[in-house]
Each structure stands twice: as C-alpha cells, then as structure tokens.
C-alpha cells in the first residue's frame, strides 16, 4: 500500500544561510503544492499556457514562457551551494509539462544528479497539454526521474468544463490521466468541488466521480471553489449569472461523490485550507469513515459550515 505524500517523515532541515529569494531568481507570484511545502521550487516554466480558467486567479498577471535551461540549472547549483539537503524538488510554475519534452528531461536528469538525496520531483500538469505527448515522450520524462504530476480535473461535468474555459473535455481527461500512468508517472488529481454552483452540483459530483473512476489515480485532491474578485467566474456571479455553492451543498456534492468513487487505491487528501471539513482516507476501505464525518458537518452546519471570507483563507 502506497502511503500519502504528506506522510513521508520529514527529514533533517536544511540550515538557511540566505534568503531563497538571494538563492533562486523568482518571478512572483509562486504557487505550490500544499504538499510541497517543504520542497524546493524551481521556475522551470514562467505562468501558465491555457491562463483561461474562469475561477482561477493564479497566472493571469503572467505571460506563459519557458526559462532558459541554462539559467534554471545556474539556480540549481546555487541551491545545491547553500542546502545540505533536499527532500523534494517542485517545477513551477503551472503546467510546466507542456514545455519539450526533451529539454524538460534534461532539466529532471540534471537536478537528480545535483540532489540525488530527493524523493521526489514533480510539477503541475494538464490535460490540454499531457493529452499531446506521447506515452513514449511521458516516459522519458519518468526515465530521467519525474516522479509525480499534480492533474487538475476540476469536474469530470462537460457542461461545467465548457462553462469555465477549462479547453479539455471528460474524454481528453482520461486520456491524458491514461498515458501518464502508462509512462509509470503517479497521478495526483484535483478536483474543485462547489464548480457547479448550486444549479449544476449533482451533475458535478455524478460525473466527476465517473471520471475519477475511469482514470484510478493515487491521489484524489478536493479543493472548494472560492470566488476570487476579478476572475471572470467572481464577475459571473456578481451579475447573477452563477449561483455560488453554499457549505450544506458542498458537504452533499461531496456525500455523493464519496457514494460514487469505485477507486481500487486511493489516497483521498482534504489537504487545503479552501475546504470547510479536513477529510482524509484511503479508499476503498475509508469510505464510511469519511462519509460519516460529512454526515457529521451537514448536521452541525453552523459549527463547520459558515459562510467564509477571504481573509480566512
């Protein structure tokens, strides 16, 4: 049984010398995996190549490019100068596998020879762009020491990925989550719960899981929607054209979803702070356990499911 990446001991810290910003040049904002909290971040790639998400604030002050090679591995060195150890390596910023697939492994294969203490290397990556590589092009990203990609599905709801820009369909989902696998690269998937609003949230947990259960990843990721002014999605619903998730749909979005998942290994992580009730298990054998702590918080809905607020967040 694979345990969660959150569980991993934590090894000896490294002794900070310097500020990470006179270590590594940084084009902020940076974004990371919560899970990747004790990682370091190198900006392999600068924003996001699809940047038209609907709810996502992320990159949009970015224009997508590649960094040069060259002056990622410069930043490498200077790391390896000053860190006596690093457990794990995170390649910002989004999507960064969309970038060649060849340069990407040269960068892999250079930080596992710099690091080779690190049980982890790993970046964000989508559907758009996994669904155009090859199996073969994955592999080699594998081969060179790739060991993970967090996968943001979202909603496995075709009416709701179309809604949202997302620029993939349910179908292009799975295909993509079935060469990653292929290539023996781990799937972490995020989804999005309260995507589909209060009009579309059956729809969104029926269909998301159906996905899910086509794609059998090692770790699914809940995430809960939260309406970020100036994101085109906030503006939708500041116009009356989105009807926002409360917490009680939420929690039933996910009962369903829960209900539905028929994952043979799973690890089901709640793991950030966007999510009204921290859930966690192993599926298939947790599933009452986490079901029984969302019966929980629908029946004491004025203590774990009061309306938030940014700054809570």
């Known amino acids: ?137 994955l592999r080699k990203l594998r081969e060179a020491g790739l060991d993970i990609i967090y996968f943001g599905l979202e909603s496995g709801d075709d009416e709701i990925l179309a809604a949202v820009d997302k620029g993939v369909t349910s179908r292009d989902m799975i295909e993509a989550a079935r060469r990653v696998k292929e290539a023996g690269i781990e799937l972490s998937v995020y989804i999005l719960l309260g995507l589909g609003g209060e009009d579309r949230w059956r729809q969104h947990a029926e269909n998301t899981a159906s996905v899910l259960n086509a794609m059998q990843p090692g770790y699914i990721r809940p995430r809960t929607l939260y309406l970020l002014p100036g994101t085109p999605l906030y503006r939708e619903a500041q116009e009356g054209r989105f009807r926002e998730a409360s917490g009680e749909t939420v929690m039933r979005e996910l009962q369903v979803l829960l209900e539905r998942l028929e994952v043979e290994d799973a690890w089901f992580l709640s793991d950030h702070i966007s999510n009204y009730v921290p859930i966690y298990g192993h599926l298939p054998e947790d599933r009452e356990k986490m079901l029984a702590a969302v019966e929980t918080a629908l029946e004491k809905a004025d203590v774990y499911l009061a309306p938030r607020h940014l700054t809570t967040l």
């Open 1 to 137: 049984m694979r345990l969660p990446i959150r569980s991993i001991p934590k090894a000896v810290r490294p002794v900070i010398i310097l500020n990470m910003q006179e270590v590594l040049r940084y084009e902020e904002p940076l974004y990371r995996p919560p899970c990747e909290a004790g990682s370091l971040i190198v900006q392999v790639t600068l924003g996001c190549p699809h940047n038209r998400c609907t709810f996502c604030g992320m990159y949009k002050m970015k224009k997508y490019r590649v960094r040069d090679p060259e002056e990622v591995k410069a930043d490498l060195r200077r790391a390896r100068l000053f860190y006596r150890y690093v457990e794990s390596v995170f390649l910002a910023d989004g999507n960064t596998v969309a970038m060649n697939s060849d340069k990407l492994a040269d960068i892999i294969r250079y930080i596992r020879r710099l690091f080779p203490e690190a049980k982890r290397i790993s970046p964000y990556g989508g559907a758009r762009f996994l669904k155009g590589k090859s199996v073969e092009a």
